[in-house]
């Protein structure tokens, strides 16, 4: 196989493995914001809930996709910092959560697009979409860069010897 298809070949996973972790958040995500938002934090309750309702799930949808793509996706470039390696993941994450919050209000309230099937299309559909491939640039680059310094140093399991004792 050729290099560049062995570096296609592992873009590849790499992306399938973050779609997959993404999946479950997305799910999460799904399944709290629709829960919060027809029940305590609906627009009769809370004009402004299904803005907080957003928020809240997908700070849930954060934490169970930094667990996924620091053991699964992105785990031979992990940092030997896993503090420093959440804080810089929940930075990313918190800072392109705007991109599904924007799309919710752009349809809820410059649109008029109120029913909670437009709510899910905005914010879960093209939202995620959106944010998902600034995610993705950003972890790779930056939070699980392999070029970064205090890396952890994968094992090859084939070079240790067993010593004979005689």
Not at 15 to 35: E, H, P, R, Y
Not at 91 to 113: D, E, H, M, N, Q
Not at 132 to 153: C, E, G, K, M, Q
Request: glycine fraction near 4%; proline fraction near 4%.
């Amino acid at each position: 196989m050729s290099p560049r298809a062995q570096r296609f070949k592992r873009f590849a996973a790499s992306v399938t493995k973050f779609g997959l972790v993404g999946l479950v958040g997305f799910v999460i995500d799904l399944i709290v914001f629709n829960v919060l938002s027809t029940t305590v934090l609906s627009p009769d309750v809370l004009h402004e809930g299904p803005l907080v309702a957003k928020f809240i799930s997908t700070t849930f949808a954060i934490f169970a996709n930094w667990i996924g793509n620091r053991s699964w996706t992105f785990r031979q470039h992990r940092s030997t910092s896993s503090r420093r390696e959440m804080v810089e993941f929940f930075v990313v994450s918190i800072a392109t959560l705007p991109v599904s919050i924007i799309c919710l209000w752009i349809s809820r309230y410059v649109l008029g697009f109120s029913t909670p099937l437009a709510d899910n299309i905005s914010s879960m559909i093209v939202g995620t979409i959106l944010g998902s491939v600034l995610r993705y640039a950003l972890y790779r680059y930056w939070v699980f860069s392999p070029t970064r310094t205090a890396r952890v140093i994968p094992v090859d399991t084939t070079e240790i010897r067993v010593a004979e004792v005689n």
